[in-house]
C-alpha cells in the first residue's frame, strides 16, 4: 500500500480517492452487521422437525384409531436455551384425511436446551386403509417464553415438505 505523499499547501484539505474508498469500505458492512446482529442473537436457531415414522392402522384393527394414518415427529432444540412450541398446522397432498396432534405434549409445549421431545399426529376415521403416498408440510409458532403474546420476535415457521412414500400397515394401535 503506498502513502499520500501530497503536500498539504494551506488550502482547503482534499480527501483522495483511495482514502474516501478505504472509509466507505469499511463504513458500509459495519452498519449492515450492526442490524443484522441484534435480531439473530435474540431469537438463535429454531427447532428442528424429523419425521421418524409413517404408519397405518388399516380397517378396524386398532379399536381406538379405526381407519388412521399415524405419523411419528422428532422436535429437537439444539440451543441452550429452553423453547416453547406455541401451534402447529399443516397441509398434505392427501384427500379427505385430517391430520390431528394428539397430546402429549399438550399445546403449548416446551422443549428443553439441547434436548427433544416426540410428537404423533393421527388422521382418524379417514375411512381408508389403502397403502397413502402423500407430501406434508408443517407449519409451527416458538418462542422462548410460555405463551406466545410474550415472545414478539418469532413468526410462523414452515418446514419444508416431507414425502411419505408408505403408510405400512401396523395392527397393535402403534406404530413401531
Known amino acids: 500500500m503506498q502513502e499520500d505523499t501530497t503536500k498539504n499547501t ?5 480527501l483522495s480517492r483511495r482514502t474516501l474508498a478505504a472509509g466507505a469500505a469499511w463504513a458500509v458492512p459495519a452498519i449492515a452487521v450492526a442490524g ?3 435480531a439473530y442473537a435474540l431469537s438463535g436457531k429454531k427447532p428442528t422437525w424429523t419425521l421418524k415414522d409413517a404408519c397405518k392402522f388399516p380397517g378396524r384393527a386398532c379399536k381406538a384409531y379405526p381407519f388412521t394414518y399415524a405419523l411419528q415427529y422428532e422436535v429437537c432444540n439444539n440451543t441452550n436455551k429452553d423453547i416453547w412450541v406455541y401451534t402447529i398446522t399443516y397441509s398434505d397432498t392427501l384427500a379427505g ?11 403449548p409445549f416446551k422443549v428443553e436446551a439441547n434436548k427433544c421431545v416426540t ?10 386403509s389403502a397403502n397413502a403416498t402423500f407430501d406434508l408440510t408443517l407449519c409451527y409458532t416458538w418462542g422462548h417464553t410460555q405463551t406466545a403474546a410474550g415472545d414478539t420476535e418469532h413468526s410462523q415457521v414452515c418446514n419444508p415438505a416431507v414425502h411419505i412414500d408408505h403408510t405400512r400397515p401396523w395392527g397393535d394401535c402403534a406404530c413401531p
Not at 10 to 14: I, M, Q, V, W
Not at 97 to 107: E, G, I, M, T, W
Not at 119 to 128: E, R, T
Open 10 to 14: 494551506g488550502g482547503p484539505s482534499k
Open 36 to 38: 443484522a446482529a441484534p
Open 97 to 107: 384425511v385430517n391430520f390431528v396432534h394428539k397430546a402429549p405434549p399438550s399445546l
Open 119 to 128: 410428537l404423533w399426529f393421527y388422521a382418524v376415521g379417514s375411512g381408508n
